[in-house]
């Protein structure tokens, strides 16, 4: 039997897609997933359209991720009427241009992080969307973890007490080669900051989802290999190096440490590195308060850490919560506990909930407003560092 009319009653939402990258990928890879790990989606996507800088890039973009056609005009592809959301997955410096046309021509928008290269261009896009009336999403994928979901449900329940103290890092060591090709990453016009930015931004979004808004900052920043080689490719973290070719500066920070005063009374402190030599891949928190805490290591997804000052004493101690279907949107993926669930997963959550906001035509959890909260921490931690003081973030 044909399940053909029953597919049919779906309504369609054309995607296009601004970029091939990473992020293209994993975009996709949600959109595609949303239905069969859901088992039903409100709209079944339309791979319509992918825009990429060169004809290259834009084809095999298109012919490896499905879409139907291809572009080397991202405006093409944002003004077209088959085009519902645009998805911007661009380098930094292309997100606010992308953002306002695709808000102007009516379409939701889904854009990677950071939102914008600075505060006021975020609030920009922010206003914008407001009053153009279309939906918007920031690609914050690690607030989707179920353990951050957990995390927040022990939090906002109370289990923990009075939250004092929150930790966040996310260091790697991609760059620590100094040989590592200077791709748009290192290049102040193109991404903003360096590892403040790529990293520091999905922990500053994590720590406001957990602890609420930030009051003030006090930063420190380095750039600890002041030149790259050009880059054989344009793009990516996958370019080649020639090192034949003169030597660029690099024009952002390597690795950025700073301290937060929550507007709760609450003190915390964030590392963001991208040459934290032997740390090849680490993302962690933790969140300390008055009748327990939690610690939560992103390479270890599966497992949440909980103290609790109520224990027993015999009983004291960190235990292991197993993460597992009675935890955020686990369940979808798998029917029982422990299974390490990857970062594209977390993506298809985050695409789950697009999909449904636009549905239900409400706010998604994570939209601009939140990255341009973000993009407000992001610019003062930069200040502070710039000019070694604390500095306060205003209020939203
Ligand atoms: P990438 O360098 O792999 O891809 C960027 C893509 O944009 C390339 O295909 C490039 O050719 C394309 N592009 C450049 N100029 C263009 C133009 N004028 N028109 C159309 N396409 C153009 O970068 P990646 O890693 O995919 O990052 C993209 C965005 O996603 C960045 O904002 C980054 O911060 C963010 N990101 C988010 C992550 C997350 O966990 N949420 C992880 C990695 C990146």
């Given amino acids: 039997m044909t399940l053909e009319n029953v597919s049919l009653n779906v309504p369609e939402l054309g995607v296009a897609m601004i970029g091939s990258g990473l992020m293209a990928k994993s975009h996709t890879m949600g959109y595609r997933n949303v239905e069969s790990v859901y088992g039903s989606t409100p709209y079944r996507p339309r791979f319509e359209v992918l825009a990429d800088a060169t004809a290259d890039l834009a084809r095999t973009g298109a012919e490896s991720l499905g879409y139907r056609r291809w572009t080397t005009d991202w405006r093409e592809a944002v003004r077209d009427p088959a085009v519902d959301v645009v998805d911007i997955v661009t380098p930094n410096f292309l997100h606010k241009e992308i953002a306002m046309e695709a808000i102007s021509a009516g379409k939701h928008v889904y854009c990677e992080k950071p939102l914008a290269l600075n505060a006021a261009d975020a609030k920009e896009m922010y206003d914008a969307a407001e009053a153009a009336g279309v939906k918007t999403l920031v690609g914050f994928n690690y607030l989707r973890n179920p353990a951050i979901a957990e995390a927040r449900r022990l939090i906002s329940s109370g289990a923990l007490g009075e939250i004092w103290t929150f930790t966040g890092r996310f260091v790697l060591d991609a760059c620590t080669d100094p040989d590592v090709p200077f791709t748009w990453r290192f290049e102040r016009k193109l991404s903003g900051s360096g590892a403040l930015g790529d990293l520091g931004a999905h922990m500053i979004s994590l720590a406001l989802s957990l602890v609420g808004p930030i009051a003030s900052v006090a930063s420190q920043s380095r750039t600890f290999i002041t030149t790259r080689p050009e880059p054989t490719g344009v793009f990516g973290y996958g370019s080649g190096a020639d090192l034949q070719a003169p030597r660029r500066e690099v024009e952002n ?117 939140d990255g341009w909260h973000v993009s407000e921490v992001l610019e003062r931690v930069e200040q502070s560092a710039a000019e070694r003081r604390w500095i306060d973030v205003p209020t939203i």
């Fill in 253 to 369: 920070d390597d690795a950025t440490t700073f301290l937060i005063d929550f507007a709760s009374g609450a003190s915390g402190t964030i590392e963001a590195s991208r040459v934290a030599t032997g740390r090849t891949w680490h993302q962690s928190i933790e969140v300390i308060g008055s009748k327990g805490a939690l610690q939560f290591v992103q390479q270890d997804i599966h497992t949440l850490r909980l103290y609790l000052t109520g224990d027993t004493a015999d009983r004291k101690g960190y235990r292991e919560i197993e993460l597992g279907p009675q935890h955020g949107d686990y369940g979808a993926f798998w029917p029982f506990a422990g299974v390490p669930l990857g970062v594209h997963e977390l993506k298809t959550i985050e695409v789950h909930e697009w999909l449904n906001a636009i549905a239900e035509n409400r706010t998604p959890d994570g939209d601009f407003r």
